[in-house]
């Protein structure tokens, strides 16, 4: 048997997560505080540019990046099959854009972490298996769960961004209804 590199933009981004995670290690985190944390400093820093999609990828801890890589390479695939790879693509890169906009903006600290990517792929896989015209019941309970859990937590000082979360499940939900009769299209 031979392995076959079955989804190519949810491993290719697992894997650069990860030799950013091996990086920032050896800097003591000065690389993931430079290149991959959005800061909250407006778009005259030109690094801003840069950050508003990299800290996607960038993560505060080994038990912080290996909590979502398991949930993304767990769903991930699935989807990227489903969808396409230039789509799946374009579903992270326009969420880390939001959510990268939103921490520069409207947010007194940084963020960094692939939390909205994974929140983006939980709620997009409820829409599956979507027929048109159709709301699938278990969008309906992820929703309700998702919201209920992020907006209890944002009661609670932490360092958690529930932003992110909701943004990344926004985004998800969204792209969920655009292509709900999309097949496979991009590779």
């Not at 076959?4 to 030799?19: C, E, K």
């Not at 396409?84 to 959510?99: F, P, Y």
Request: hydrophobic letters at 50%; aromatic letters at 10%; one cysteine or more.
């Amino acid at each position: 048997m031979k392995i076959h590199y079955n989804s190519p933009v949810i491993l290719t981004f697992s894997l650069i997560a990860f030799a950013v995670m091996i990086i920032s290690s050896l800097t003591a985190g000065t690389s993931t505080t430079t290149l991959f944390t959005a800061w909250p400093s407006g778009l005259s820093n030109p690094l801003s540019y840069v950050r508003i999609f990299t800290h996607v990828l960038g993560h505060v801890s080994w038990e912080h990046l290996f909590g979502n890589l398991t949930l993304i390479l767990l769903i991930g695939p699935l989807l990227e099959e489903k969808y396409g790879s230039s789509t799946m693509l374009m579903m992270i890169v326009i969420t880390a854009l939001i959510t990268g906009i939103i921490a520069i903006f409207f947010t007194n600290t940084g963020l960094l972490g692939a939390s909205g990517i994974v929140f983006m792929l939980i709620l997009l896989s409820s829409f599956a298996n979507i027929k048109s015209g159709h709301i699938p019941l278990t969008f309906i309970i992820i929703v309700a769960l998702f919201l209920g859990k992020e907006f209890v937590a944002s009661l609670k000082p932490d360092a958690v961004s529930q932003f992110a979360h909701i943004m990344g499940g926004i985004c998800g939900s969204i792209f969920g209804f655009l292509h709900t009769d999309t097949q496979k299209k991009g590779v």
